[in-house]
């Protein structure tokens, strides 16, 4: 890496973040990058291909550029150009929340079609199977993790980690931000209101905005187990009561 950027200064761990391997700042005589590195036999190696791949014909002004990429020691690492900035309040009355949902309607206009030709299908997802295909068929590009933590916000929004990305529906990356609106402290009926501000969002029937909530409530609520109390743990936990607490609200009559 060093013969593409010249010598590392300074390394900076960053801590947190739902995929394992390295996540580090780089200081390099002229500027700094961002470093994200996992080992080739990992099984989420996949998903650090997948950005790699996305992250290379992203239209500009959605994420981090992607600056090189390569296969080192058994490592796959990715390094980006680094932005500076700090997560989003998502909570009621922040000025945040437009520059979010801004941003969400950006990537779905921008995304419509896929630039990347071989993201999965979200009805292909274990969590969807069961739901009707009808509902969540389309040709966006989605991120499926628009969590506070793959938001950096400065002048503008910038959206990270698009390992998970799936194709389906546009409206769907709005309905995945309602939990985390929820969490920061919005009712189920605000975060939803909120969401169909997104005109994608506001196009989807009522069935199909209740049949995701009801699987996102499913899906987070079985995988809390997976993880030891911490942080992490704590994160899952609040999704899933938030998402439960969406699901409840699509079916009251």
């Not at 996305?54 to 990429?69: E, H, Q």
């Not at 390992?163 to 402290?185: D, E, T, Y």
């Not at 009801?214 to 899906?219: F, M």
Request: charged share 20%; proline share 9%; with cysteine.
């Amino acid at each position: 890496m060093e013969r593409e950027f010249g010598p590392v200064l300074r390394l900076s761990e960053r801590p947190g973040g739902h995929t394992p391997g390295i996540s580090a700042v780089l200081t390099l005589a002229n500027r700094r990058v961002f470093l994200k590195a996992i080992e080739v036999c990992h099984p989420l190696s996949k998903d650090h291909q997948l950005e790699a791949g996305i992250n290379s014909v992203l239209p500009p002004g959605l994420g981090p550029r992607l600056l090189w990429s390569d296969t080192v020691g058994g490592w796959l690492a990715l390094v980006f150009e680094f932005v500076d900035g700090r997560h989003p309040d998502l909570s009621p009355r922040s000025p945040d929340v437009p520059m979010v949902l801004e941003k969400i309607s950006m990537l779905i206009d921008f995304l419509t079609p896929s630039p990347y030709a071989d993201a999965a299908a979200i009805s292909d997802h274990r969590a969807y199977r069961t739901a009707p295909m009808e509902l969540l068929t389309g040709d966006t590009l989605l991120h499926c993790s628009p969590r506070p933590d793959n938001l950096i916000i400065n002048s503008e929004v910038h959206v990270v980690d698009w390992g998970s990305s799936r194709v389906g529906a546009g409206w769907l990356v709005v309905a995945f931000m309602v939990p985390h609106f929820i969490v920061a402290g919005h009712s189920p009926r605000s975060a939803e209101a909120l969401a169909r501000t997104v005109p994608a969002f506001r196009a989807a029937s009522q069935k199909a905005v209740a049949t995701v909530a009801q699987v996102l409530a499913t899906y987070w609520g079985s995988r809390i187990d997976h993880y030891p109390p911490g942080a992490l743990y704590d994160y899952r936990v609040r999704a899933a009561h938030a998402a439960g607490s969406w699901a409840a609200h699509c079916n009251t009559p």
